[in-house]
């Protein structure tokens, strides 16, 4: 057994049962595991992932072991590893450091766990273990051969490192894949913040005033699946453009400070901090619902909430109330954190398989082109997104048409006119 830190090994069989399960809603996945088993494209090489320790995340770890690496895991946020799939992993052979519900402490003491492993491709999820390896491990730095950003925060905080010049290594952006942001981001977000937000509270959705805060591409699924269920949804936006498409998709569009005093449930999805602040807690309903989707637990500013709230009481295993002076309730999901992952189980398994088959294949990518990439934030190369979206139509069963050489010739042209 490798080195690991798991909250209970006897949860192993559990967890190998939610691995099955997953793996059989992820084809593209088990597709490239399959060629990956073959062809060993990782054969040798120390990998390093933080990432949420889900069951999809476990498929993805299984494949990139099935290529032959030797893969260490930490979780990307201290509330949202299942313990049983971090159980199954550690029998598998992974060096998992990974329990639900860490201190800050212990989360990074796992992020320095997996950095002593050495590894040479690093898989992270919010860039956490990007920037602790630059850091404090400097000596590892020359040795990486890539790194892949599964986020949009993490993408932002790992371009502002290429833009201050200390970024070291090569990263891909698995996050700007089409297969990847149109998907995740927007569906698999969408479902499973509601699908949090209704296993937390079981509040009825249909005639309730939901806000979104941010209208990317987390706040488009989250607006839609939540008017789906009969919302009444109302957008904040800081950008005139996002905040004009929300309009014209008939949402309500309105600064925050007007929609605390009418909203029932808000949900932050902006990647950016003190979204709801002191002065939008002040006014809002007895009983309003506060959830977020964004990466990091800084857009519901806690500290507001504390110092607002007179006492704080949890009244469901996901659900704090914050009792103001006047008596007023304030109910908190999930901490502050990514409510899918701490209130449910995150993206379904059908949306992973893409974003994890992008990981997969950039590892593969970033293997065969060593030492040509720069140290900069690249794209996703067009041939993985495409391969991709190929696989996962073939695996849907569905068939597109393709163009003739002629229009081809003619999509390329400038002559042909009216
Ligand atoms: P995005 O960049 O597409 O959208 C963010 C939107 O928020 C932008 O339209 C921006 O103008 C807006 N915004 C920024 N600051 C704002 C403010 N103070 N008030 C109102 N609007 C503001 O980003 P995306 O992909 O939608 O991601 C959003 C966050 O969700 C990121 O932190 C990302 O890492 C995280 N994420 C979470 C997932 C989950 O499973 N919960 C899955 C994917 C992403």
Same mark, same amino acid.
């Given at each position: 057994?490798?080195?690991?830190?798991v909250?209970?090994?006897?949860l192993?069989?559990?967890?190998?049962?939610?691995?099955?399960?997953?793996?059989?809603?992820?084809?593209?996945?088990?597709?490239?595991?399959?060629?990956?088993?073959?062809?060993?494209?990782?054969?040798?090489?120390?990998?390093?992932?933080?990432?949420?320790?889900?069951?999809?995340?476990?498929? /993805?770890?299984?494949?990139?072991? !099935?290529?032959? *690496?030797?893969? *260490? /895991?930490?979780?990307?946020?201290?509330?949202?590893?299942?313990? *049983?799939?971090? !159980?199954?992993?550690?029998?598998?052979?992974?060096?998992?450091?990974?329990?639900?519900?860490?201190?800050?402490?212990?989360?990074?003491?796992?992020?320095?766990?997996?950095?002593?492993?050495?590894?040479r491709?690093?898989?992270?999820?919010?860039a956490?273990?990007?920037?602790?390896?630059?850091?404090?491990?400097?000596?590892?730095?020359?040795?990486?051969?890539?790194?892949?950003?599964e986020?949009?925060?993490?993408?932002?905080?790992?371009?502002?490192?290429?833009?201050?010049?200390?970024?070291?290594?090569?990263?891909?952006?698995?996050?700007?894949?089409?297969?990847?942001?149109?998907?995740?981001?927007?569906?698999?977000t969408?479902?499973?913040?509601?699908?949090?937000?209704?296993?937390?509270?079981?509040?009825?959705?249909?005639?309730?005033?939901?806000?979104?805060?941010?209208?990317?591409?987390?706040?488009?699924?989250i607006?839609m699946?939540?008017r789906?269920?009969?919302?009444?949804?109302i957008?904040?936006?800081?950008?005139?453009?996002?905040?004009?498409?929300?309009?014209?998709d008939?949402?309500?569009?309105?600064?925050?400070?007007?929609?605390?005093?009418?909203?029932?449930?808000?949900?932050t999805?902006?990647?950016?901090?003190?979204?709801?602040?002191?002065?939008?807690?002040? /006014?809002?309903?007895d009983?309003?619902?506060?959830?977020?989707?964004?990466?990091?637990?800084?857009?519901?500013?806690?500290?507001d909430?504390?110092?607002?709230?007179v006492?704080?009481?949890?009244?469901?295993?996901?659900?704090?109330?914050?009792?103001?002076?006047?008596?007023?309730?304030?109910?908190?999901?999930?901490?502050?954190?990514?409510?899918?992952?701490?209130c449910?189980?995150?993206?379904?398994?059908?949306?992973?398989?893409?974003?994890?088959?992008?990981?997969?294949?950039?590892?593969?990518? !970033?293997?065969?082109?060593?030492?040509?990439?720069?140290?900069?934030?690249?794209?996703?190369?067009?041939?993985?997104?495409?391969?991709?979206?190929?696989?996962?139509?073939? !695996?849907?069963?569905?068939?597109?048409?393709e163009?003739?050489?002629?229009?081809?010739?003619y999509?390329?042209?400038?002559?042909?006119g009216?």
């Amino acid at each position: 057994m490798p080195d690991f830190k798991v909250a209970d090994l006897d949860l192993a069989p559990e967890g190998r049962k939610l691995i099955e399960w997953a793996e059989a809603h992820m084809p593209v996945l088990m597709r490239i595991r399959e060629r990956f088993a073959r062809e060993k494209p990782l054969e040798g090489l120390k990998v390093g992932c933080c990432l949420h320790v889900t069951k999809e995340t476990a498929v /993805l770890v299984r494949t990139l072991m !099935a290529g032959g *690496a030797d893969v *260490a /895991l930490c979780g990307s946020n201290p509330l949202s590893t299942n313990d *049983a799939v971090a !159980a199954a992993l550690v029998e598998d052979g992974v060096r998992v450091f990974a329990w639900r519900g860490q201190s800050k402490d212990d989360y990074y003491w796992c992020i320095r766990q997996v950095l002593s492993h050495g590894p040479r491709l690093v898989h992270d999820d919010g860039a956490d273990l990007i920037v602790t390896l630059h850091e404090e491990r400097r000596d590892l730095l020359r040795g990486v051969i890539s790194g892949f950003e599964e986020t949009t925060t993490g993408v932002i905080r790992l371009k502002a490192m290429e833009r201050d010049g200390v970024l070291a290594f090569p990263i891909i952006a698995v996050n700007e894949a089409r297969t990847k942001r149109l998907f995740d981001n927007r569906y698999g977000t969408g479902q499973s913040v509601v699908d949090g937000l209704m296993r937390a509270t079981n509040v009825l959705l249909a005639g309730k005033t939901v806000v979104v805060c941010g209208y990317g591409w987390c706040g488009r699924g989250i607006a839609m699946r939540a008017r789906g269920l009969g919302a009444h949804v109302i957008v904040c936006e800081v950008d005139p453009v996002k905040a004009l498409e929300a309009v014209m998709d008939g949402y309500q569009v309105m600064p925050l400070r007007e929609a605390a005093k009418v909203g029932d449930i808000f949900i932050t999805a902006t990647g950016c901090e003190k979204v709801i602040r002191r002065e939008h807690m002040e /006014l809002m309903k007895d009983g309003a619902i506060l959830a977020n989707a964004g990466h990091f637990n800084v857009e519901i500013w806690l500290p507001d909430l504390e110092e607002l709230a007179v006492r704080k009481e949890r009244v469901r295993p996901c659900v704090d109330a914050y009792v103001l002076p006047d008596g007023r309730k304030l109910y908190l999901l999930g901490e502050g954190r990514l409510v899918n992952l701490v209130c449910a189980d995150g993206h379904p398994p059908d949306v992973m398989d893409m974003s994890f088959a992008n990981q997969a294949l950039c590892a593969e990518y !970033a293997v065969k082109h060593e030492g040509e990439l720069e140290p900069r934030v690249y794209l996703v190369p067009e041939e993985v997104d495409m391969a991709v979206a190929r696989l996962k139509l073939e !695996a849907l069963g569905v068939r597109i048409d393709e163009l003739t050489p002629e229009q081809k010739a003619y999509l390329e042209s400038w002559r042909l006119g009216t």
